[in-house]
């Protein structure tokens, strides 16, 4: 079961969506996405993982850890308290090939629900705002798979909470009605996972940590921030928008809610924490995985394919 003050959590920094879905376009497989992201994002990953350090009480960082999803590598990096080495992963080469560099992480391009690693790998495993774009059972799957049993999988969330700006109550309007009306969310996945998902996977859902955070944006980092959304980047990559457009737009658009240089939003997220508590037998078709253990190669932006 979810609580009711997780829901009320949830909703206030989850992602809409719907579940069971298939989704039509990956958007962050192009190139100028990646840099966007890469530059415009905020770093907010520390806050997460000094959270998820003290409830898992490591007393020493993990030997391997594996970060699904990891975009640029923000999340990577942030891992380095809590592992001596990291693999980073991502199904879009662009992101990694943007990703920030550091002797303890490898990057390896690869989809979440095929994960080229043998089993029981890792000590730790990490999902930073992607679990959503994942059909969740084969993800599941691998996770339990790459984990000994008692290791723990951390799936967490930074969003925007409804476009929450302290001291201007109707940003949150405008956010609504003028952004997204413009700019419409693609369809993800936006269900909680709850106990008997986890528990089907092999997994225990010890618990459900909901956080905020404050980010200080002007005008223009706001607006390059928004332009990493996928809404807007499924709008310029399909065509209905140029990026100067949307750029245009979102500059004339916010001009009325920065009377300073800068303003602060209300940033946050929930942080699931999942032990695994028993093996489940593989979805993977026979032959699919990698028999022997992978060379931790400290590769930078040289990501390996697989």
Not at 5 to 19: K, L, Q, S, T
Not at 259 to 271: H, L, P, Q, S
């Amino acid at each position: 079961m979810v609580s009711l003050e997780f829901w009320n959590c949830w909703n206030c920094y989850g992602v809409p969506g719907i579940a069971g879905i298939e989704f039509e376009m990956n958007p962050f497989v192009y190139r100028t996405a990646a840099q966007r992201y890469a530059g415009a994002r905020p770093y907010y990953h520390p806050v997460v993982i000094e959270l998820v350090g003290a409830y898992l009480s490591l007393d020493q960082p993990v030997e391997h850890a594996l970060d699904v999803a990891c975009g640029t590598g923000q999340s990577c990096m942030a891992l380095k308290s809590l592992a001596r080495r990291i693999v980073g992963t991502d199904n879009s080469f662009e992101m990694l090939a943007a990703a920030l560099t550091d002797p303890a992480i490898e990057y390896v391009e690869a989809p979440a629900e095929q994960l080229p690693f043998p089993d029981g790998y890792f000590d730790l495993i990490t999902v930073s705002s992607a679990f959503h774009w994942f059909q969740r059972e084969e993800f599941l799957g691998e996770a339990n798979r790459l984990l000994p049993v008692a290791h723990w999988l951390v799936i967490y969330e930074n969003n925007f909470q409804g476009g929450k700006m302290k001291g201007r109550a109707d940003f949150s309007e405008w956010f609504r009605t003028e952004y997204l009306a413009q700019f419409p969310s693609p369809p993800r996945h936006g269900k909680p996972l709850d106990d008997e998902e986890a528990e089907a996977a092999g997994f225990r859902f010890a618990n459900r940590q909901c956080y905020s955070n404050d980010v200080t944006f002007t005008k223009e980092g706001l607006a390059h921030y928004l332009t990493t959304q996928s809404n807007i980047i499924a709008a310029v990559e399909e065509g209905a928008w140029s990026l100067d457009g949307v750029c245009e737009w979102l500059y004339s658009s916010l001009e009325p809610f920065f009377a300073g240089r800068e303003a602060v939003f209300e940033f946050g997220g929930a942080i699931w924490y999942l032990q695994k508590s028993r093996t489940i037998a593989s979805c993977r078709p026979a032959g699919s995985g990698i028999e022997k253990q992978p060379t931790i190669r400290c590769s930078g932006h040289a990501t390996t394919r697989r």
